[in-house]
């Protein structure tokens, strides 16, 4: 039996992830739509948890989970008005960050479509 590989470790590990989300949040933090979004006054904290849930997802260690427990992620966005135009400077940003790491064209692949989803999902206004 052949074992495969997860994103996070095909993608290359956390420094892959930790250079994506650093990418978006530079992205994000000029940002006139999304940057109200972010209450605390620097990125570092949300920057820190997006990059740790990524790796999760992907496959990486589970870090998220023993920081901050089970992701419900519809819950902690909850708080914060995103609709179309929320979700698609999100996307804007993610896919700029994506596109700048030049991962291969499978890895690209499935980063954009579940960010894709993610994104929809996370809407909660019209």
Do not use: C, K
């Not at 979700?87 to 499978?106: C, G, K, N, Q, S």
């Amino acid at each position: 039996m052949i074992e495969q590989l997860s994103l996070y470790e095909r993608a290359g590990g956390s420094p892959f992830f930790e250079a994506l989300v650093g990418r978006f949040y530079e992205g994000v933090a000029t940002d006139p739509a999304l940057r109200p979004l972010y209450p605390e006054a620097d990125l570092a904290g949300a920057r820190h948890r997006l990059t740790l849930f990524l790796i999760q997802y992907w496959g990486g260690p589970r870090t998220y989970d023993e920081e901050r427990g089970h992701p419900r992620l519809r819950m902690r966005h909850a708080p914060f008005a995103i609709g179309p135009l929320e979700r698609d400077r999100w996307l804007v940003h993610m896919r700029a960050a994506i596109a700048e790491l030049e991962p291969p064209a499978d890895i690209a692949d499935e980063l954009e479509g579940y960010m894709s989803m993610a994104a929809e999902a996370m809407r909660n206004t019209d």
